[in-house]
């Protein structure tokens, strides 16, 4: 099966060569192409090129793209998407004044979540889950990293990770797992934080590890949940089942999160919106992705993760939602994206190869996804009729979204 895209007005971030991500200066660079096509052999990209040198080809399908941009699908690095209901109220609360923390000390919170969570059926979890990929999938995101974490005991948190895994066997948008069961401290355990860290490390892990469940784990590394300490005891722990750590760092307070996270090789630390120069510094001549989620600062009206301080250092910068029920009830990158643009100053050029290379590096799939290159996915979003790809964060709160394509096929 063959499908041909003609008369492309600009197809974005084109690589001949697949690069693993773009750092610093880079990533005020997109390339692309004017008046061009794109051509698709079965779910993988097979050709591309400008209009004039279209080879003499017939397509079992053509899709005539003129006036529109054709771009790779937003690849969505940090997401909690498989939760049970809402925390709508809790949305009220903060309106009427209580803060994120407060809730979360009254009982509120992840607590709340996990409380949902540990009494839905996993059919039923699935099935709300299911919901929000296919609303993801339509916003025009290829690749998702989910994470548990809303279980908070062993059953539930591998009820979680089974659901990610059936929702990545049932969906063409790609799927990765992260084991989160050092989220938050269960009531039963208010005082006794490595009693509880003990069943994460001693029984739940070695669980997910035997039926493969996640191949990435992460903890909340902040004041008043796990500390520095606690995090360095679990990532030791999981390393040696061969999980590669993602964490939640710097989202309220800086203690050292980052410097542990490069400790440990982790492929992203997430969230830096609390960033001290010295964590600035520990990032260069790492691997470690900084992943900034603008949509949980702007639903928190807590700070933007500083991004022209980041890529101005030279780092890269990765984009993504944080879609969960209590921080960011949204998981729409195209939002992300013009959020990044308006509140942290990061150019169009930037906040694209945020939010496709730069993301598929922190879920790791930067040979697959991330890039329009020969032998990547066909995995590509159609906008409608636009000037250029500027309008694509300028037209914030809206998406200008005509079509995309999974694996070679329209959604
Ligand atoms: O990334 N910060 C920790 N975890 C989530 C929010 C969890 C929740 O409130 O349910 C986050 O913001
Ligand atoms: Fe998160």
């Known amino acids: 099966m063959t499908t041909l895209i003609t008369n492309i007005k600009e197809l974005l971030q084109i690589e001949d060569y697949p690069k693993?991500?773009?750092?610093?200066?880079?990533?005020?660079?997109?390339?692309?192409?004017?008046n061009a096509f794109l051509?698709?052999?079965n779910d993988i990209i097979k050709n591309f090129g400008t209009m004039n040198n279209l080879p003499n080809i017939i397509a079992n399908k053509t899709v005539n793209a003129e006036g529109k941009i054709v771009l790779p699908t937003w690849c969505d690095s940090h997401t909690h998407i498989v939760f049970a209901g809402n925390r709508e109220q809790e949305f009220v609360d903060r309106i009427n004044g209580l803060t994120y923390e407060e809730i979360a000390n009254n009982g509120g919170g992840i607590l709340n979540s996990a409380k949902k969570l540990q009494a839905t059926s996993e059919e039923e979890l699935y099935k709300q889950s299911a919901v929000r990929i296919k609303e993801i999938m339509k916003l025009g995101t290829g690749a998702v990293e989910i994470k548990s974490?809303?279980?908070?005991?062993?059953?539930?948190?591998l009820k979680m990770l089974r659901v990610i895994k059936k929702l990545n066997e049932n969906f063409p948008i790609t799927?990765?797992?992260?084991?989160?069961?050092?989220h938050a401290l269960p009531i039963e355990f208010k005082n006794n934080k490595s009693g509880y860290l003990d069943i994460v490390i001693n029984e739940t892990l070695p669980s997910v590890a035997k039926e493969n469940l996640a191949e990435f784990i992460d903890i909340f590394c902040e004041t008043g949940y796990f500390s520095v300490e606690d995090t360095e005891r679990l990532l030791k722990a999981a390393?040696?089942?061969g999980l590669i750590p993602k964490i939640h760092v710097n989202q309220?307070?800086?203690?050292?999160?980052?410097?542990?996270?490069?400790?440990?090789?982790?492929?992203?630390v997430d969230h830096l919106e609390e960033m001290r120069d010295e964590d600035i510094e520990t990032l260069k001549n790492s691997k470690t992705m900084p992943v900034a989620l603008p949509s949980c600062s702007y639903f928190l009206s807590i700070p933007y993760t500083p991004a022209r301080k980041i890529i101005d250092a030279g780092l890269p910068l990765a984009l993504a939602t944080d879609y969960n029920p209590g921080s960011t009830p949204s998981g729409n990158m195209n939002f992300v994206v013009s959020t990044a643009c308006i509140k942290m100053k990061m150019t169009p050029e930037e906040a694209i190869n945020a939010a496709t290379i730069n993301g598929a590096y922190a879920m790791g799939l930067e040979k697959t996804h991330g890039s329009?290159?020969?032998g990547k996915k066909a995995n590509f979003i159609i906008t409608e009729k636009i000037p250029s790809y500027g309008f694509i964060p300028y037209s914030f709160g809206n998406h200008k979204i005509e079509q995309v394509f999974l694996e070679g096929i329209a959604i």
Do not use: H, W
């Not at 880079?26 to 692309?32: A, D």
């Not at 307070?253 to 992203?268: R, Y």
């Open 20 to 34: 693993s991500r773009v750092c610093g200066k880079e990533m005020s660079i997109l390339p692309f192409l004017k």
């Open 39 to 41: 051509l698709i052999e």
């Open 149 to 157: 974490g809303y279980g908070l005991a062993k059953d539930a948190e």
């Open 175 to 182: 799927i990765k797992a992260t084991f989160l069961g050092a």
């Open 239 to 241: 390393s040696k089942y």
């Open 252 to 268: 309220f307070t800086a203690i050292g999160g980052v410097q542990a996270g490069v400790n440990f090789k982790a492929l992203s």
């Open 372 to 374: 329009i290159c020969k």
